[in-house]
Each structure stands twice: as C-alpha cells, then as structure tokens.
C-alpha cells in the first residue's frame, strides 16, 4: 500500500519535472546564499581569535615612544633595572605588495604569557631553536605560501598565527628589519611588590590595552551587513519553495483524495509528504553547501581584502571545509523546507476526503487575511519608524531595517489590489477591464513572488544609494582632507632636520605636524598639533565651525575635533574640552573623518609643542606643484637617505583608500545581484506554477473570440505591469532602506554620518532589469500558452474536471 | 445558407493510436432554423461542435460560416467570426469569474464592439437577472449561471448560438426553465440555434435533428 | 596550564631533558672549555663570568634571624648559560643567557622569584670589576673597598611579585676551593667543574614581606660555579648541603644521584680559620629519614649526615618543608637546621625530585 502509494505521489513530480526542479534549486539557492554568508562570516570570526589568541595584543599594555618611533634600547634596560617587567617588540614590514608580511619579533625571556604563541607555551618549540644564530620565522602556511623575499631564515609553519604575521626571536627580527631598538614594550599586568605604578614614568607613554583596537566589534557591522543579506536571499528562497509545494498541493489534490478514499490512513499520507519534503530538504541541502562553498570561497578573497584594508584586520583568503557549517547549512535547509510546507501538509491533514478541487479558492485570499496583512504592514511600518527614533545599536539599526523591508512586503499585495481595483473603474474596452480585474484575481497568487521581487530591488537600490553617497562624498573628502601633494616622515629628529632644511628651499611650503595618544572624554584618541595654512582654511573638511575656526586653533585658543569624538561624547561647538588634568580647550569646529574608528582632536602645533615637548616633529605636509610632487619626493629620498617609502604622493594615498573602498562594495555588489537573480527566479516558478490555473481564466476569453496569441501578450503586458508596479513600491522602501543604512547602521557603526545622495540613472537600470526578470518568467508560460492545443482549453467546457 | 458542413473528418491520436471522432460528417443550417444534435456520450457531438466554432481545425472536410471557409481562415478571423457571428453556451465555465454579472453579459457585445444597452436591458430582465448584475460568478447559483450564459451569447446579436447541454449541469425544473428562455429568446433574435444534447425529450422541442454515432451522422 | 612550567621551552636545548641529566647538564661540551684538574685562580677575574664555559652560578644562601625571633632562609642566584660558544658583542644576539631565582623561606610560607634577560643587552650580567652581578633590579655588588676581595662585602637585593630583599654581607674568612684547589670532580666518569665558596659571610638587612618588613641578621654562604658539562649523562639530580655548626666549622657536601651507578658524594671540611679538607666519593654518606609531599612529589626532608672523618653524625631538618622553588625548572631549596653530634644551620638543595 505504501509503495503504491508512494509511487502515485512521486509521478506527480515525474509529470512535471520543472515543479521538481524549481523545489529543489529554490531551495538549494537559499540555502546556499545563507550558507555561503555564514562561511565567509566565521572563517573571518576564526582568523580574529586567531589573532587575539595568538598575539594576545588585546590583553597587554603597552610602552611606546611619544611619536611613534623606536624607543632606545637604554630605555628597556633602564626599566628592568628599576625592576619593572616589561618586555621589548621589534615590528615591521617585510616585502612589499602582497607578499609582504609583519615581522614580530618577541623577547620569549621577558614577555608576558599572554604574548607568546601556543606553540611555544605548549614547549613544540625551545627557545634554542628560535635563538639559533640564523633564527627561526613562524608563520601560518597560508603566509608562508605568499612570502617571496629571499634570504629569510628558515620558515618554520604553525597553523594557528594569524596571517600575514611572522613570529620570531626579537635578534631575528632585529637583523631582519635593520632596528635595534625595540618598536615598544609590552608591559605585564602585575608588576612586583613595591614598585611605585608604571604608569607614574614619563620616559615612555603608557598605552592601556584597549588602544589597540578590539578587531571584532570594528568588523561587526561589516559581518552584520553580510549576514543580513545572506538573510535575505534564504528568505527570498522560502518563497520559491513554498509557491512550488502549494502548487504541487493543489495539482494532486485528486491523487490525494483517491489515495484516502481507497484507504491510505491519513497519517501515512501525511508521513508520506513529509518524508517526500525530508528528501527533497537532503538533496537541496546538499546542493546548497556546495554551491554557498564556491560562491564563499569566490567571495572570500574580496571580503578578505576589504578587511584588511579597512580595520587591519588579518581574515584568511583561503575558505577551511568545516564540517560543523555544512552540517548547519543542511539543517537550515531542513527547516526551510519544513517551515515552507508546513501550512500544506496543515492542509492535507484538515482536507476532508471528499473535497472538490478549488483551485481559485486557494488562489485567491480572503477578506479577512487581506485586513490582517495591512495590518502587520502597518505595524510594522510603525516599528520601523520607532526604532529609527529610539534605537541607539547596531542591532536595532538592522532590526529597523528589517521591519521596513518585510513592511513593504506585507504591503505589497493589499496596495496592489487597491491600484487595480482604481485602474479597473478607469478601464474603457472590455478586454483592459477584464485584463484588470484578472491581475487583481491573480494579484495574490503572485504575491510571494512579487514580494521577493520588492525584497530584492529594494535591498538593491539601497545598498547602491549607499555605496554610490559613500564612493562621491569619499572622494571629495579625500581632496579635501589631503590638500597637501606630499607627506613625508622622517624617521628621527637629525633627519628630520635634514628633510625640513632640503624642503624650505625646495617646495611652496612645509607643514610640520605631530601627534601622540592621549584619552578625550575617557575615550583613547588622537591629538594632532597642525601648524596653519591655507590649505587647511580653505579645504578642511568642516561639518560645522565657527569663523575662523583655524586661525583660533593656531592662538592655541580652540580646539577642533572629529565627528566621532563629538557624536560619541554629545560634543558641539563651543563646548570646552578637557585635554588634559588643568587644559581645556573651546572646540571650535567639528570635522568629517571617515574611516578612522577613534576620536581625534586638533591643536596649533605651537601649544602642542608645548604641552608634549619630548614628541619629536617628524611628519610634514609638503606643497608643491601637483606634477613635480614625485620628482620632489625622489629628490628628497636623494639629498637626504630619507627611504623612499617615507614620503607619499597624496594621489597614491587617494588610490589605496578608494581601492579598498570598492573591494568592499564588490562584495555587497556581488551579493545584490544574486539575491536579483534568486528573486527573478522565484517569479519564474510563481508564473509557472499558476500556468494551469491561467488556463481555466483564459479559456472563457478564448472562447468568446480572442486568438491565444492575443491572450499570450496580455499575459506578458500584465507581468511587466506587476514588475512596474513592484519597482514603484520598491523606491521608496529602497530609498528608506538606503536612509537607515547612512544614518543610523553607518553612524552606530562607525560614528560618522555621509549624505545622502540619489542616482535616478541607477534606478532606472534596475527598472530595466526588473522589467527584463519579469519578461524573462512570463517569456516561456505565454509561448506556451499560445500554443496551447485547443483540447486543454475546451476540456474545461466539458465535463472533465 | 448560414452554416454549411460537408464530409468533415476528425481524429485524435493518442497513445493507442488514432481514433476518428468523425466520419464524413455533413450538415447544414439556415437563420431561424433550429437543429438538435445527439448522440451518446463521446459521440463526437461535442468535437462537432467545437469545429462549427472556429475552436478547433477538421482532419478534413471543409466548413462555411457565412459563406466564409473556416479551414482555410487564419486564428485572427476565427477569433473575429467568433467574437461577431457566434453565441457559444457551454455546460459550465462560461463566465469569467474576475467580472460581475453585468460585465460577463455585456462582454462578448462590447469584444465585437455592438454594445446595445437597451438590448442588454431587455435581456437581463427577460432573463431575471436585474437584482443581480452587481454579483460574481461564483456567488450564483447554476442555473443563474447559465442564464447569463444565454444573454451573453445573444448580447451580440449573432447570427448562430452554438450550445453545447447548457442544461446538463442543472436540475429539472431549472433545465425546464432554462430551455424556454433560450428557445423564447433565440426565436425573438432570429438567431440559428444548433444544440448538442444527448436527451431525446430535449431534441424533440426544436425543429431538426440530427444523430450522431460512431462518428457517423444520421436524420 | 602551569605558568611556570609553560616556560618550559626555556631549557635551552630542543629534546627532551632525561637523556641529558637534570635540567640537560649533561649535555654534550661541544665546543665549550671542560676543566682542567690543577687550575689556577685569579681575582677579581675569576669572580666574574667565563662565557668560554656554558653553565655558571653565583649562588648565595643566607640563614637570618628576624628581630621578631622568627628564623628565616633567603637565596639569591644568578645563572648564566651560554648559547654557543662565542663572545661575539652583539645587541639581541649574544650568546649569553642569564637566569635569576630568588628565595625567602619563613617557617610557614615560601615565596619563589625568577626573572630571565640576554647578556647583550644589559638587562643582565656580571662584571667582575667592579664586581656586580645582576638580573633586572636583581644585585649582588661588591661593597668592597681597597685591597680586599671583591666578595668580601657584598649588597644584596632582590624582588618577587609579593617579597624583596635588602642585604649587606661582610665576610669574615677567606674563599674556600673544593674539590682539589678548585676543581671538584662530579662523577666517575671524571665530570667536573671549577667549584669555590665563601662560606664566611655575616649578614645584616630587611626583609620585605606581605605581612611588612623585618629586619634580621644572621649569616650567609656564597657558592661560585662553572663548567661546561657538570654531570654524567645518566646523573638525575643532586643534594647539595651548605652547613655552618655552631662550633665555627663549615661542611660542604653533596650527592649526585645516577640512574645507573651508586651515589657519588663528595664533601669538604672547613675549621673556623678557613682551612679546608676535601672529602672524595664515599666518604661522606647522606641518608633520607623522611620524606614529605612537596608539589606533588615525594621529597626528602629529614636527612642523616655522616662523615665519620670527622666524626659527624648529624641529623637536620627543614625549616619548612614546602620550600619548593617554583621556577621552570622545579627543586627544592631551604634553610635546615642540624643537630646531633654537631650543631648549626645551614641550606638544603634537592634536585631531580619527579
């Protein structure tokens, strides 16, 4: 009996093998794009505890010079001679472009535990072997597959280094990098008995653990954002998967009916279904982990760079199979698949054996479900509204979203109706009004796959308004902010001398500039000392400022800060910041600075000579014509031993952030255009899935004397209609969605808000190709429909049903 | 003549081959004539129908509506004889179910572009359908349905209404009524009636009949 | 995970230490200088470091008595292990690796200390003239003025997370050679190092404690040590015991325990003058009479001495038996106190204790 009856349910997907290939692929793409998102996520979230584990950076303090420079060798052993247990870092850079890698040279003897990697704590390595005269470089082997420099000691691989990092012995990297003074000291968290505190010290500045920055909450938003999408498309999928199983549903209706009459018990049938879901959740599982592999390890690379290039953070290139993902990606397959069939197998339950096939009753939703979904919509709206108000984190930033977004949805179908039903009182010929009170009959059988259209180009036209504010205000900002055509820094105050002297004679003008770490507001920030000039009048990036603004900053009279610092604190102008114990200054203007994750504040460079008079000057802002800026800049490197490296042409600069701006929007771009695509099929397999039903809609018309032809483009005009109409819907929730994005998600984010700006050319192109996805599904259910054969048609005359 | 059949073929194939509906059939009707066509169930009096309509193509033999050959007329004409000279009742899924009861009756007139209120007024109270033109399909009983079946098909004025057992879904006493007003009606406009039922009784009423079997037709 | 012994990896040789004696001693010389019998001493040279040997100490026990009437043992050592066998000046590079322990023992608490630093930077070292040895603000100085040998007096600090030291030390006896003139024999199989002491000190100070300070007196005894492979291959560990007797005599002795081979001892008698007597393998016996549960091991901490040379007979017991030293590599090392046919205090060192 089971088999039997197995065999009737299973030919139903024999018969038609497109529903069973629009199940499995809706299902499989949802799943995939979830899970591809998830695995891009948590090998990043792997390499940041990686990183944290390894280095322990986090968790230890430091020691460093007031500018930034090496400190003396004498300093360290001054210190440990007073009995202070801080132990010296030797860091740099090695190679250059992608190859390059961070030597970190620790001291084994004297660093905190905390400090030294797992490797050597668990003993795998002895000091001997890392202190041998040629020393030793552990590195993690995706790093060590990148390093081309020759002549490095031997290379020794340890998986769990972050990347791009190489651990050495402080005398290896000494040698290495050609510095014999240690870059900074780590400091041990207790220190012995009867010392006065280190902090006390004035030798060196004290940095407390959380100056170096706490990687993981910088990227949350990045991974939220991504995380959100892959939401999306997993949501968007649903959708295909659940019109398919409601169509399958309704098609064997009769099978069902039969199969109870005869006298399959209920449960069996319903086990039956169930199981018939598990299967088709496995295959699609399946298929969905290898497909979320590759679009991950496609995506992976770009992600991995954005990363990098924006908070510093080390994410692999290189995508790990963890077999705990695929099992989660399979049991999110499952219960989509479970979630999505839920309310058929409700229904088969509840079906009565004898109940005719109503296949315009399932099409068509009540009165009552209608009010219901205004209703969601609206509270929805309603929440959305509020939260954008009243919500103060990253998580309400996205919930905000979401409730837009599914709003809109809801909207959707109830909005539609209501446009039609209008349109329909307007309507002059017959067939305009029988076209109209059609579509609205159809509007709810449509529905899912309209909403996941609206999902789909609205996310699209967000996320583009987003980038498209972010890539224009960016740009200006850059000009802005690097008026000057060169930035050189010397490497020590004699070259620094040096530097200055050649550049007087040489260029328009010289900047110096300076800066050293300090707490603002009990925050770690940045205070900058900025010797004045035009270019800074004229250009400086202002959001708000009073009248000379710059010149007050010059008496030593005011201080200007950046957006961070006056978001985070509730700064405004004129408002007195405390610089420190007895300073305080009058802010006088409030800066733009994107991109940077700390407060930051500004002073003349004369008071900041003067409240940090053991910072060396070594950083310039250099004036030149805008092409002699590079023959400058290797003049300089060649009357003075300045290293090439240390003098940078603005236009490069400019270049490397735009870059790394673009890498992180591919990624998102990458994204919005499968979750288009997974939309675009989901509408595919709606038309599809109601082609049958059309028939029984259209056959009536037919018969009254319109050829099918005619049928058939009607068809096509009312689906570019209902993608028209999706698309109009769509604008505004995109332009809402993009809103949140700048003023809320950014801001929490990042503390820094862009304007808004609005790309109509873009709207159109995504017009285009909402109209292009509609053509595309509706394409193939008219062509068959104008070939129907008349017998379909007239078997509904007759009575064969 | 109004309608003229001669020696019209049709087969179907299926998986077991061909089979022929129709044998050489041969007919003709002239305005205000009235003829029955019966036959046992799958007879072919359907298929017949359907290929006097313009729905469907002959295997052979030739057709004329109107002096007009439908085997040698495009989709677009057929549509158009449909549309203008033709009144089509089926035994069920006449109307359109997105449009009111007034829209379904006014339809096919407004299609073929001879909308006369004054004559669809007439219809829908001859009918008794005037409390009810707000209504959808769906909220009508059967034999309301097929009442506005019939106004349709006569809204236009055509010149043949084609019914295919337009009582074969109904009860008696509605069958009864539905009859006389299609014959009362069909009388008024002048209009040929050919009607395909498979009830003797019913076949009795009008002026002509026809016997269909074994694809072969007889008096 | 074991904080201390995470640093493990700090025994400067790659394989494992048991094949190579306790704490890898027995490693191969290697291109380092091996004693020679019949040396010859010159100070203050001799007193500083001779990086053509590997392995070296400047090892300091004091037994002090605070003004509280309570007795406490303190211990200062300065280890110095070369890396190769070359002097090389150098930044991060050089070959020389100092490590420092520290001990202070009262009757129920032991605090240990180690602290580790490269030779080449400074942050360790010794010079010998003026004589200081160092490690961080670890010092043994020479307060020694004139003609007098360095090691006379001496200033003596050093500090832990939760002790430190501040001791003066005057020595009232001239240095003692062990072994023959100074090269004391470790085994069988000839393995030996240069070996002196100055066993004379009197020592004055505070003590720095968590309960507060306390200022003590008492004396001290300073071990000096180098070679470049001290013990056999197959030698586990040692006990080592420095003993001043009430009468005014001294004993040093030891004895190195073999997997293999019986114990070899070795001892030397010092009288009050300062002469000393050098006692070969046997003639000194140490037997253990209890033991206690230190760190998780079985440690001996009741000890018979006899050396019937001289007639001793000698029972001592630990001042507190926990006195383990918790540094990468672990041993016990405590004041004792002796009584039997010869009275006195002195230290305990136990090594090789698994």
């Known amino acids: 009996m089971t088999s039997a009856a197995l065999s009737a349910l299973l030919g139903h997907w024999r018969k038609h093998p497109g529903q069973a290939l629009a199940l499995i692929l809706g299902l499989a793409m949802a799943t995939a794009l979830w899970s591809g998102v998830q695995a891009i996520n948590s090998e990043a979230r792997a390499s940041y505890d990686r990183a944290a584990n390894v280095m322990g950076q986090n968790q230890i303090a430091r020691l460093a010079s007031h500018d930034g420079q090496p400190i003396a060798l004498a300093d360290f052993v001054t210190l440990r001679r007073a009995g202070y247990l801080v132990s010296p870092v030797i860091e740099g850079r090695i190679g250059n472009g992608p190859s390059a890698f961070r030597v970190v040279g620790i001291d084994p003897l004297t660093a905190p535990l905390e400090a030294l990697p797992t490797p050597i704590t668990d003993g795998r390595i002895a000091f001997g072997d890392l202190a041998t005269s040629d020393g030793l470089l552990l590195m993690s082997p995706e790093t060590a597959t990148r390093v081309t420099t020759e002549g490095l000691p031997q290379i020794r691989e340890i998986d769990e280094i972050a990347n791009g990092i190489a651990i050495t012995d402080i005398a290896t990297a000494a040698e290495l990098l050609g510095q014999e003074n240690p870059s900074y000291l780590l400091v041990r968290s207790d220190q012995p008995q009867g010392l006065p505190p280190i902090t006390d010290q004035s030798l060196l500045r004290y940095l407390e653990p959380e100056l170096t920055s706490d990687i993981s909450r910088l990227t949350d938003s990045f991974h939220l954002n991504l995380t959100a999408f892959g939401l999306l498309a997993f949501v968007v999928g649903l959708f295909i998967v659940h019109a398919t199983i409601g169509l399958a549903f309704e098609q064997r209706r009769a099978t069902f009916r039969t199969l109870r009459a005869i006298g399959l018990p209920l449960n069996r049938l319903v086990a039956l279904l169930a199981g018939e879901m598990i299967l088709v959740a496995l295959l699609a599982g399946g298929m969905g982990i290898i497909i979320g592999y590759l679009i991950a390890a496609a995506l992976l690379p770009s992600v991995a760079g954005s990363l990098r290039g924006l908070y510093g953070a080390q994410v692999s290139g290189e995508l790990a199979f963890d077999p705990v993902w695929a099992l989660s990606a399979m049991a999110i397959a499952l219960l989509g698949a479970g979630f999505a069939s839920a309310q058929a197998l409700n229904r088969v339950r509840l079906m009565p054996i004898l109940a005719p096939a109503q296949p315009r009753a399932w099409a068509m939703a009540s009165a009552r479900a209608q009010t219901i979904q205004t209703g969601l919509a609206l509270v929805l709206f309603g929440l959305s509204a509020g939260l954008a108000i009243f919500g103060s984190s990253l998580i309400t930033g996205f919930a905000c979203l979401a409730a837009l977004l599914i709003g809109a949805a809801l909207a959707l179908p109830v909005v539609g109706g209501a446009v039609l039903s209008g349109l329909g009182h307007l309507a002059r010929s017959a067939m305009a009004q029988w076209a109209l009170a059609d579509t609205r009959q159809q509007l709810p059988g449509l529905s899912l796959a309209l909403m996941a259209l609206l999902l789909a180009l609205a996310a699209n036209i967000g996320v583009s308004t987003m980038v498209g504010s972010f890539r224009a205000t960016f740009t200006g900002w850059l000009d802005q902010r690097l008026a000057a055509e060169l930035y050189v820094n010397a490497r020590n105050e004699t070259e620094a001398a040096l530097v200055l002297g050649f550049l007087e004679d040489h260029a328009d003008a010289v900047l110096p500039y300076a800066s050293a770490d300090t707490r603002l507001g009990g925050l770690p920030a940045e205070i900058y000392g900025y010797s004045n000039n035009d270019i800074y009048r004229d250009n400086w990036p202002f959001l708000d400022a009073l009248p000379n603004a710059w010149e007050s900053v010059e008496s030593g009279e005011a201080v200007l800060i950046n957006e961070q610092l006056a978001r985070r604190q509730g700064f405004s102008l004129g408002d007195e910041l405390r610089l420190s114990a007895g300073w305080s200054l009058p802010i006088s203007g409030i800066y733009s600075d994107y991109g940077n994750p700390s407060g930051q504040a500004i002073i003349g460079l004369d008071s900041f000579k003067a409240r940090y008079p053991d910072v060396p000057i070594l950083r310039f802002a250099v004036r030149v014509e805008g092409d002699s800026a590079t023959a400058l800049a290797a003049a300089l490197s060649e009357a003075t031993g300045l290293p090439p490296e240390n003098a940078i042409n603005q236009v490069e600069v400019k270049q490397l952030s735009l870059r790394i701006f673009e890498q992180t929007f591919l990624v998102t771009g990458a994204l919005n255009v499968l979750t288009l695509g997974v939309a675009g099929f989901a509408m595919l397999t709606s038309m599809l899935t109601l082609t049958s039903m059309r028939l029984m809609q259209l056959a009536p018309v037919w018969a009254l004397g319109q050829t099918r032809a005619t049928l058939a483009w009607f068809e096509l005009a009312r689906i570019i209609g209902l993608a028209f109409f999706t698309f109009v819907l769509a604008l505004p929730t995109g332009l809402g969605l993009a809103w949140i994005l700048l003023s809320i998600v950014n801001v929490e984010a990042f503390g820094w808000k862009l304007p808004m700006l609005v790309f109509p050319m873009e709207w159109l192109r995504l017009l285009g190709l909402a109209v292009l996805a509609a053509l595309i599904s509706a394409a193939w259910p008219a062509l068959r429909l104008s070939r129907t054969p008349p017998n379909s048609l007239l078997k509904l005359f007759t009575n064969e049903r | ?219 | 995970m074991n904080v201390k012994s995470a640093l493990t990896f700090l025994m400067m040789f790659a394989a494992p230490a048991w094949s190579q004696g306790f704490a890898g001693l027995g490693e191969d010389a290697e291109g380092f200088a091996i004693p020679q019998p019949e040396p010859s001493f010159s100070f203050p040279q001799d007193h500083g470091a001779h990086p053509d040997y590997r392995i070296e100490w400047w090892y300091l026990t004091a037994n002090l008595t605070g003004d509280d009437g309570a007795e406490y043992g303190v211990q200062w050592t300065l280890f110095r292990s070369a890396l190769r066998p070359d002097t090389a000046p150098a930044v991060w590079d050089g070959a020389q690796i100092f490590m420092g322990h520290a001990g202070l023992t009262t009757a129920d608490t032991h605090f240990s200390a180690e602290r580790f630093g490269r030779g080449s930077t400074g942050q360790a070292g010794v010079s010998a003239q003026p004589f200081a040895a160092w490690i961080d603000d670890w010092q043994m100085t020479s307060t020694a003025t004139g003609a007098q040998d360095a090691l006379s007096a001496l200033d003596l600090r050093a500090r832990g997370d939760a002790f430190s030291y501040d001791l003066a030390l005057s020595a009232t006896g001239p240095l003692v050679f062990h072994g023959q003139a100074g090269y004391s024999v470790k085994s069988a199989d000839g393995q030996a190092s240069y070996y002196y002491s100055q066993p004379f000190y009197e020592v004055e100070g505070v003590l720095s404690l968590p309960q507060g300070g306390v200022s003590v007196s008492g004396s001290a005894w300073l071990d000096r040590e180098w070679s470049s492979q001290p013990l056999s291959p197959d030698q586990t560990g040692w006990d080592w015991v420095s003993l001043q007797f009430d009468s005014g005599d001294r004993l040093m002795g030891f004895a190195l325990r073999s997997e293999t081979g019986p114990v070899f001892t070795s001892a030397t008698w010092i009288d009050p003058e300062g002469i000393s007597t050098s006692y070969p393998d046997g003639a000194l016996t140490l037997s253990p009479l209890e033991t206690s549960q230190v760190a998780g091991r079985e440690v001996p901490t009741r000890w018979r001495i006899e050396l019937p040379a001289r007639g001793l007979i000698i029972e001592t017991t630990a001042l507190n038996p926990n006195s383990w030293m918790e540094t990468s590599f672990e041993y016990w090392e405590g004041p004792i106190r002796a009584t039997g046919s010869h009275t006195g205090r002195g230290y305990l060192e136990m090594t090789g204790y698994d």
């Open chain 2, 1 to 219: 003549m109004l309608l003229s059949a001669q020696d019209v073929n049709k087969s179907f194939s299926t998986s077991e081959g061909d089979v022929v509906v129709l044998n050489d059939a041969s007919l003709s009707l002239d305005r205000g004539q009235t003829l029955a066509l019966t036959g046992e169930s799958g007879s072919g009096k359907s298929t017949f129908l359907h290929l006097i309509a313009g729905l469907d193509r002959p295997s052979s033999g030739k057709i004329s509506l109107n002096g007009q050959d439908l085997s040698q007329a495009k989709d677009r004409d057929l549509a158009r004889m449909r549309r203008e000279e033709i009144g089509l009742i089926f035994q069920q899924f006449n109307l359109i179910p997105s449009l009111t009861l007034a829209q379904n009756l006014a339809f096919q007139a407004r299609l073929a572009g001879k909308q006369d209120e004054a004559w669809l007024d007439h219809l829908a109270d001859t009918l008794g359908l005037s409390d009810l033109l707000g209504r959808y399909p769906e909220q009508l009983s059967g034999g309301q349905q097929q009442r506005v079946a019939i106004g349709r098909a006569l809204a236009a004025k055509p010149g043949l209404i084609l019914a295919d057992e337009p009582t074969g879904n109904l009860d008696e006493e509605n069958a009864q009524r539905v009859m006389e007003l299609l014959l009362a009606l069909v009388a008024d406009s002048g209009a040929a009636l050919l009607l395909v039922t498979h009830s003797t009784d019913l076949a009795k009423r009008l002026s002509r009949r026809l016997h269909l079997s074994h694809g072969r037709l007889a008096a």
